[in-house]
T-cell receptor, first 116, second 112 residues
Framework: ETGVTQTPRHLVMGMTNKKSLKCEQH?????MYWYKQSAKKPLELMFV???????ENNSVPSRFSPECPNSSHLFLHLHTLQPEDSALYLC???????????????FGSGTRLTVV | GQQLNQSPQSMFIQEGEDVSMNCTSS?????WLWYKQDPGEGPVLLIA?????ELTSNGRLTAQFGITRKDSFLNISASIPSDVGIYFC????????????FGKGTKLTVNP
């Protein structure tokens, strides 16, 4: 496998459920990111990890809980979500943070989340 | 915080036509990036710009970093059906520690 892989591709969950999104990168990058993409809004940065340490948390509600066990894997744990949390959740990686924009970010295909 | 104004929001064109879209900012950026997102996929980097005035091409795509460092445009020549998708601009401010800021995207539809 190459690039950034996200699973599952689609997820429907109830407001009382607990689920997790998974991201794996095979690029040898040191930084990983979670973004939220909602219709007609810019990509919203949620979390940034550099060398497995969280370096940024953009005032994201505590019902979203990230985990980065190593530089290749990133998880987003979800619990008691609201319908307005329905969106495309994108994972990305880059060689390093914050200065590496030489190659931009490599994005995964995303997880389409629907909260019912 | 920094914001990017991307326009137009959507475009409907005929195959073979040229396309132009742009992004503007109220603050200076050091780097401009252009991404394309196909339906059901994540954004893919098309072109990266690092210097004011820089003009860079990638096949039928051409992008320029504005002289004022507050704007960038992307041109697509002789559009084809597979150009369909959402195009995003993104920029990073000064200092190297600034976050990457994204525009809202331009949705392109190409009619065969």
């Amino acid at each position: 496998e190459t690039g950034v892989t996200q699973t599952p591709r689609h997820l429907v969950m109830g407001m009382t459920n607990k689920k997790s999104l998974k991201c794996e990168q095979h690029l040898g990058h040191n930084a990983m990111y979670w973004y939220k993409q909602s219709a007609k809004k810019p990509l919203e940065l949620m979390f940034v990890y550099s060398l497995e340490e969280r370096v940024e948390n953009n005032s994201v509600p505590s019902r979203f809980s990230p985990e980065c066990p190593n530089s290749s894997h990133l998880f987003l744990h979800l619990h008691t979500l609201q319908p307005e949390d329905s969106a495309l959740y994108l994972c990305a990686s880059s060689q390093d943070v914050p200065r590496d924009l030489g190659y931009g970010y490599t994005f995964g295909s995303g997880t389409r989340l629907t909260v019912v | 915080g920094q914001q990017l104004n991307q326009s137009p929001q959507s475009m409907f064109i005929q195959e073979g036509e040229d396309v132009s879209m742009n992004c503007t900012s109220s603050s200076i950026f050091n780097t401009w990036l252009w991404y394309k997102q196909d339906p059901g996929e994540g954004p893919v980097l098309l072109i990266a710009l690092y210097k004011a005035g820089e003009l860079t091409s990638n096949g039928r795509l051409t992008a320029q970093f504005g002289i004022t460092r507050k704007d960038s445009f992307l041109n697509i020549s002789a559009s084809i059906p597979s150009d369909v998708g959402i195009y995003f601009c993104a920029g990073q401010g000064q200092g190297g520690s600034e976050k990457l800021v994204f525009g809202k995207g331009t949705k392109l539809t190409v009619n065969p």
